[in-house]
């Protein structure tokens, strides 16, 4: 323990590990470890926590809390950072820089006109997402680009992946799925899509501002269903053995089956949800 590799756990922002660990014993504060303004998201990866704010990434033994080093990237910090066996791959306004796991020097860094606004890495490189709409590939050992691809709108949002297909929600309200540098598809949607994407072991799933959870064929980008709560969804749903878990603006919590979208319960939060994630059968 720990690990939680990107944004939300592992590729799919799914909201859990990509390792088997237990949440339901209570939570205890084992170290707290103080950071400046403009906290931007935290990955963990071979007994090492490492969390980005502002321009800077800090690196802290998830053991005791005690810092091993802190390093000041050239530009802030735009988007969650994502970590490979090469080291934390961290999106900036002027580009995408790879840290050094162990010693946190920068290895590399990709610049363009544009700032990175998110990445992940996979079996297949470093992918990164862009404000003017592009889709890169990296190689993570130099950080040369494989490939790339153009999409209808700025990519803010996390992107997700599962084997070889990355799917991106971008600027334009339309879901893209795009593997081996060619877009599959690339669905526009007449709603305000508010979540990144969340990919369960069926659809995709993405929510938007007028209170539904979109299903999305991962193959074909065709609509499966529309989970409806409500209200607006700002949470991106948690998944574990086949059902999903969010949130809405009025402090409920939905549960519904991820692949089919029928509802097994809700229930009144005691206070506003930021995020959820999952462990099995605990939320």
Known sequence: WPVWESYRGSPRNA????????LSAEPEQKWNVSVSGGYVGTVAHRGFVYAAYGDTIVAID?????????????????????????????P???????????AGRSE????RQAAATSA????????????????????????????????????????????????????????????????????????SLESPPVITDGPVLVTTFEGDVLAIDIGNGETLYRYETGDRVPIAPAVSRGTAVTATFDDRLYAFDSTTGSSEWTREAETRVRDAVVDGATV
């Open 120 to 191: 992940l890495t996979n079996e297949t490189g470093v992918y990164t997402g862009w404000s003017d709409g592009r889709l890169t590939r990296h190689d993570p050992d130099d950080g040369s680009v494989l490939d790339a691809v153009e999409l209808s709108g700025a990519i803010e949002r996390p992107i997700a992946s599962f084997g070889s297909v990355v799917v991106v929600v971008t600027e334009a309200e339309t879901v893209a799925g795009v593997r081996d540098g060619a877009v599959l598809w690339e669905s526009e949607f007449d709603a």
């Open 62 to 90: 998830a053991a005791s809390g005690r810092r091993t080093w802190t390093n000041a990237v050239a530009a802030p910090i735009e988007g969650s950072p994502a970590v490979t066996e090469t080291g934390i791959v961290v």
């Open 108 to 111: 590399w860094t990709e610049s």
């Open 15 to 22: 909201g859990r590990s990509p390792k088997r660990h237990s």
């Open 92 to 102: 900036t306004r002027d580009g995408v820089t790879l840290i050094d796991g162990e």
